[in-house]
């Protein structure tokens, strides 16, 4: 049964590139998770959705970043227009329930690199 | 909002002496209390959680402790490894909201 797989493990992108990060849940979770991670720093939470909803996305700034788990297909993390700040580990998590509810299982993450 | 203080943020302990991490969280709603351990270029792992119905869990030689009154829960690992050296993260939250995670705190086993 494989993890929660995450790609690309590296990216490295130019300021005003669109960035695009990609899990795929275990099988059978149908919630995933999006969290940030600088250096140094904890896990910000980032935004939850099911298939084909956000459930929650207060952790995910208004502008240049956009989510989505479609019916079919991994869910999708974008970020459009990358400024150096937005140089992070995103890692995502799934569960079969909310995360509160249980464990969330976690990728091995996306480092994404602006320069 | 919850608000997870996580304390220390760097912990150094001889191998075989005992480590304790600590952390408080804000919202009394809060139920569920997760630890997850994160070794270099890896995602978290979870490796112990507990749920506001109970004081204490036991796995081994890690053990978390709750006190709802004070909000606050602690991880001990006794007879520590150098294999135990990692970021441990504790997180809290309950019903469909998030989890809200702590800043992490670095151990160090020194052999």
């Known amino acids: 049964n494989a993890g929660v797989m995450q790609n690309p493990r590296h990216l490295v992108r130019r300021r005003g590139q669109e960035a695009r990060l990609r899990c795929s849940p275990m099988k059978g979770h149908s919630h995933v998770y999006w969290y940030r991670q600088l250096p140094e720093e904890g896990l910000k939470f980032m935004v939850y959705l099911q298939k084909e909803n956000i459930i929650d996305e207060s952790g995910m700034p208004k502008e240049r970043f956009s989510a989505e788990f479609p019916k079919e297909g991994p869910s999708i993390l974008r970020i459009q227009q990358v400024v150096r700040g937005d140089s992070a580990a995103y890692f995502c998590?799934?569960?079969?329930?909310?995360?509160?509810?249980?464990?969330?299982?976690f990728g091995e993450g996306s480092r994404l690199t602006v320069l | 909002g919850e608000n997870v203080e996580q304390h220390p943020s760097t912990l150094s302990v001889q191998e075989g002496d005992s480590a304790v991490i600590k952390c408080t969280y804000s919202d009394s709603a809060s139920n569920y209390f997760p630890w997850y351990k994160q070794e270099l270029g890896k995602g978290p792992q979870l490796i112990i959680d507990?749920?506001?119905?109970?004081g204490e869990k036991k796995d081994q030689r890690i053990a978390v402790t709750l006190n709802k009154t004070a909000k606050h829960f602690s991880l001990h690992i006794t007879e520590t490894q150098p294999e135990d050296s990692a970021v441990y993260f504790c997180a809290a939250g309950s019903g469909n909201t998030p989890l809200v995670f702590g800043k992490g705190t670095r151990l160090s086993v020194i052999a």
């Open positions: 998590a799934s569960s079969p329930g909310s995360s509160s509810a249980g464990e969330l299982f």
């Open positions: 507990i749920r506001s119905n109970v």
